[in-house]
């Protein structure tokens, strides 16, 4: 009742006229909402710079399946920030003695293939110093508009520091291993526990620990992560304002990322885990189905989902899975073409919320409590 009181309250009060730009939630109403009881919208691959003219036009003659699908890319992140994205994704690469992707293979392929030289990768050296690096696919598809990781990292307390009573951003961590199928590519640097010490350390080497939220945060005196979020130990927007939280997109380095570390006491990042465990507070279900991602977050526990991948969606302009996945209450909706990046294909499929919110109350768990009207509060503001 008293969030409710203070919904309705707000949205009487708003009728006298438009929302500033820099309009808060109102602080009553900061105290009552959790972080699990929002929607937000992020993007996928943040950083991703797109392939230029003549590395595109090898891998198309390559594999065109391929080059469909890295045919995007997104801005700086200060400028997503400032679209309304509060969610992004950075994929990092260790290479702990600096060098390991400092030679891409692909300019030597296009030269091979008779096209001209595309601008130089790396032209200050990052590459050659130790340090997580921020890419999609080594060799093949290095291009990132921060680079290195702690240069993203930078980026993003920059713009937090400037907005200081942001809504909360999440950062999507995917730890980078492995090569695609039948290609020969640099061997990555494999992601061990002390590698990821290594991680947390440069996470915590820009952000203090009043800039974070972190599982010991959400976990407070509870045994266990699981039984907090089930508990709805969630902190408050008031308690999440200016802050950033770090989650672990793939699931297969989580006992890793665990070892000494149970249920992730004194770690940095949420883990993609599984319901009942007792890291489980984070879990991606990319694809759905969209009613096992409501009863999810109806148990409290923080849901990240994709509304387009591989451009797939974007080029029929499908929106069937975006509205899915909106509808399914997932916090976090992620896509490649928020509404300020619309797809460059017939019908500019692009992900927003209604009214171009930066969020809106969470449609799952709290659409008794939240009025209509407060579902657009944020419409043109960019808190």
Known sequence: MLLRSVLLAFCTAMSSGPILAQTPLPSAADKVLKLNQIQV??????????LPPNEKIWLEKQNPQAAAALNYSHPPLTQQFDAGVRQIELDVYADSKGGLYAHSKVPALVAAAGLPADPAEDPSGLMLKPGFKVMHVQDIDQRSTCQPFIACLQEVRSWSKAHPEHMPLFILVETKQGSPKNMQLTEPEPFT???FDALDAEIRSVFSPAELITPDDVRGSYDTLNHAVLAGHWPTLAGSRGKV????????????????????????????????????AFLERNDGPADEITALVREGYLIRARTDADTKQARTNDTSTRDAMMASGAQILSTDYPASEPAPFAGHFSVALPGGAVLRCNPANTAASCPAAL???EAGARP
């Open 41 to 50: 919208i992020g993007t996928h691959n943040s950083y991703h710079a797109g």
């Open 193 to 195: 526990s002390a590698v």
């Open 245 to 280: 939280m770090f989650l672990m997109d793939q699931r297969s380095v989580t006992q890793i990322y665990l070892q000494g570390h149970p249920a992730l006491r004194e770690r940095v990042l949420f883990t993609n885990s599984v319901p009942g465990q007792p890291d489980a």
């Open 375 to 377: 579902q657009q509060m």
